[in-house]
């Protein structure tokens, strides 16, 4: 899996910054200024919590390439994963698809990514012990 998590938070910075773009230029579509302005607010927020995220990834495949992974780390990154494809991608998809019915699991994108900050710091301290 090691090899994995830099490519991956690779793709995830480069679709967070096209929609960063289309957020702050984009949803022409939206016709209600009051609505358009909303949905731009919470674009940005799951634009700015897929980038953080990508940003965490990263640092799980520098740790793991360094021959400092462990299972820990690897949860982390399955995790970091999981929680910006729930948190992120189903606010996306509700967006721009209108999809209500994947709304409830959208809390459990952010607890996946809580729960990756903790194996973080798990697989953190015990790379740093090994090292």
Not at 79 to 85: C, N, S, T, Y
Request: proline share 3%; charged share 10%.
């Amino acid at each position: 899996m090691r090899k994995f998590w830099i490519p991956l938070a690779a793709v995830l910075g480069m679709t967070g910054v096209g929609m960063a773009a289309y957020a702050s230029h984009g949803l022409g579509f939206i016709a209600d200024p009051v609505l358009r302005e909303a949905t731009r607010s919470t674009l940005h927020m799951a634009v700015q919590q897929q980038l953080f995220h990508a940003l965490a990834l990263l640092g799980v495949g520098v740790l793991s390439i360094q021959g400092l992974g462990n299972r820990w780390l690897c949860a982390a990154g399955g995790l970091f994963a999981l929680g910006v494809l729930l948190f992120s991608g189903l606010i996306y998809l509700r967006t721009f698809t209108g999809i209500e019915a994947f709304r409830p699991l959208v809390p459990w994108g952010g607890t996946s990514l809580m729960l990756a900050w903790l194996a973080l710091g798990v697989g953190g301290f015990k790379a740093a012990r090994k090292a």
